[in-house]
């Protein structure tokens, strides 16, 4: 079977476990089962007040965010399900940074628990900038379960790659 691109840093048993479950397809119906809601962030403005909502309640003290989008430029070729930027301007005598978090549009049509654990992840990026065991501390605490959702999530990316099941 084809190597499964969003669980590779994950132990062979593991994946193991995943090519049965699609094998005998019952992938689906596991995200079917624990992710069958969709949330009501709809709008670049919604979306926005999430995110500030998240920051505000986890990391008052981080810097502020001026903008918070949909970005239907993101995908997942790029390997991006979400973009953390700051964009550095010279305003008259001042430098001025902008920080901007762009979720890949995909996520308009999840379920919340993706939803949040997307901002989430980009949100920590504000106190973290990498990928260590501070930075998925600080993931956990604003989202508890964060490491089953990201697995969760990786599962979902996986589903929807499957070829349509053939119709008779």
């Known amino acids: 079977m084809n190597p499964l691109k969003y669980l590779q840093a994950y132990p062979s048993s ?3 476990q995943v090519r049965q479950m699609i094998t005998q ?6 995200l079917r089962q624990r992710y069958s809601q969709r949330h009501d962030v709809q709008s670049d403005k919604a979306l926005y007040s999430y995110a500030q909502g998240l920051k505000q309640e986890h990391l008052r003290n981080a810097p502020n965010i001026d903008k918070v989008l949909f970005d239907n430029r993101l995908d997942l070729t790029h ?6 930027t700051a964009i ?3 305003q ?16 308009r049509d999840a379920d919340p628990q993706f939803l949040r654990m997307i901002v ?9 900038s990498d990928h260590n065991k501070a930075f998925y501390q600080l993931c956990e605490y604003m989202q508890p379960g964060y490491q089953q959702l990201e697995f969760d999530l ?10 349509p ?4």
């Open 14 to 16: 593991l994946q193991e």
């Open 25 to 30: 397809d019952r992938l689906g119906d596991y």
């Open 79 to 84: 390997r991006a399900l979400g973009l953390h």
């Open 88 to 90: 550095s301007r010279v």
């Open 92 to 107: 008259g005598g001042k430098l001025k940074a902008k920080k901007e978090i762009r979720i890949a549009a995909l996520f």
């Open 120 to 128: 989430v992840h980009e949100l920590a990026h504000l106190k973290e």
């Open 154 to 163: 990786r599962l979902y990316l996986t589903y929807r790659d499957l070829p």
């Open 165 to 168: 099941p053939e119709r008779p």
